[in-house]
């Protein structure tokens, strides 16, 4: 049990490490192309909505700042690339709407205790749609487009580690239960992305 200490602050340090750069492969992928092809514009809003009311709730409760660290850099990612998916589906003027309705989101969250409770429960809920709707998006199209693997499987890591400190640390049922569904679906999506990927003729 020595090395307990030691394992928590790697799972922690390498999940904010991760997290830096999580969306990084994915939105490279979006530019390089110049099209937001095989990425679910609904999984991308879902997912920033999850984020923020998980933010909340950790900040919130005052939990250790180690165990949600990673959420404000998720945040801005999500945000870029958002930004990146309405400049290319001609949309981009919706992006004011949707940063007012995010601001509003945080602000509104705060206001009962108990609503801060039941966000967090129905985040999970959130959270796991929007990656139900990107598979479904995979599934219906046969192929995964612009979408990263190498994003999806970071995200499984994250996940994962995010199980072990929760546990070993606020053992938050709610959180942990949020991790394990999240685990669960990143490793399904990977798996479709990889499945659907299109293959490239090899040239000499």
Known sequence: ??????LIIFANWSTVVICMVLKFPQIYS?????????VSLNSVLLELT???VFLR??????????????????????TVLLLL??????NL????LYAGIFFGLWHILVLQSWLIYLALNLCTVISASSKVLQLQYIWQTKDSGQASALTWGFAAYTSATRIFTTFM??????VLLRFVVMLFLNVWVTSAILKYRKKTEKTD
Do not use: C, W
Request: aromatic share 14%.
């Open 1 to 6: 049990m020595e090395l307990l200490p030691e």
């Open 30 to 38: 979006v530019l390089s192309a110049r099209s937001a092809e095989g």
């Open 50 to 52: 999850g984020f923020i």
């Open 57 to 78: 709730y950790q900040i919130y409760y005052n939990y250790p700042l180690e165990t949600h660290l990673e959420y404000p850099m998720l945040i801005v990612q999500d």
């Open 85 to 90: 998916m309405f400049l290319y589906n001609g």
């Open 93 to 96: 003027k919706n992006a004011l």
């Open 169 to 174: 640390t606020t053992t938050d049922i709610a």
